[in-house]
């Protein structure tokens, strides 16, 4: 019997000449036992050595086998690719357009998807893995009726700069406050700025608002950190800010443990100043001081601290970023952002 279901697969997918009338009884006579049919089909959709042709018949079936198991993660060849867009089962392609490694045309594709779900995770797809689609296309998806596609489309990469600020006064109010960020508020016109200042719903109020922000320098100096009111800055400070000799030496001999500690990891807190604080009382301080990049193996090894058994074992920063991410669990890269004045190949889409 097995030997029977072997031939019958190879008829079906190509891998032995037939002709297409002998091929159809094969794929029928293979889907009477649907378990096999589940297990030869979704076995040739995973095999990288599998031929074009073999797998532009695997998406000639309908229903594929649990397609989330490896449609969402498969690298697919161009010919492949281009099969499985046209698989008739919305759900199927939108599987594959969750696909990271589908060729810029394939998504370009299911960006104009008939289905608008589909539509919506292409999008996702190509702003979040920063993937060109034609600018034609941004284009068409930046004025498309729907405004969640809109939406999603001012986080493009690619979209003309004409296109964006024409969003900053889209009838709706998510697409506009999408649209206006550090970037394209300088360049909105004076009137666009006004109407967006006094907007009426409060997710453009709040955009102007971070798009217009300047951010406070930390303490760097004494005076400044004394006069400093916000605790979480003055932490900050500490443990981030470029300070100088004079408050380094404050730092390392504050009172308070969660300042000494932040002094401990400030690389701009000189190497003389925080090595006394590995003899601190707060063992979170004396460990702060072991995960200095400028200390040495001996100076680590001679610093009384012991890890607790539940601990979290993650190497310190100045550590190789891809050795962070394996070793504890980030195994995913994390998706682009931007920060304030930052291109436009970088704008973030903003949470839907």
Known sequence: MAHKDDQLTRVAFGVSVATDAARADALRLLEADTALHAEWIAGLA????APDEVLRRVFTVDPLPDPQDWLAYRKLSPKAARAAVTHPAPCVRKILAENPYLPPDA?????EDPDP?????ALVTAWEYDVALPTELTVRLATDPEPRLRYFATGLRGLPDETLLSLAEDPDPRVRAAAIDSWSWPRLRPEVQAAAWADPDPQVRKAVERATHVDVPLPTTVEDFLAETDERRRRDAASTAPVDAALAALL??????????GA???????????LPLAADPEPSVRLAVSLRADVTEEQRAAIEYTVPPAAIRCPPGWRNASAIRMRCGRSRPPATSCCAGASRAHRSCPPM
Do not use: F
């Not at 998504?107 to 960006?111: D, E, P, T």
């Open 117 to 121: 779900k589909v539509r919506r995770v």
């Open 46 to 49: 995973m095999n990288s050595a």
């Open 264 to 274: 401990a990891r400030n690389p701009h807190v000189p190497q003389a100043l925080a």
């Open 107 to 111: 998504l370009a594709v299911l960006a």
């Open 252 to 261: 390392v001999t504050h009172e308070d443990g969660s300042i000494r500690h």
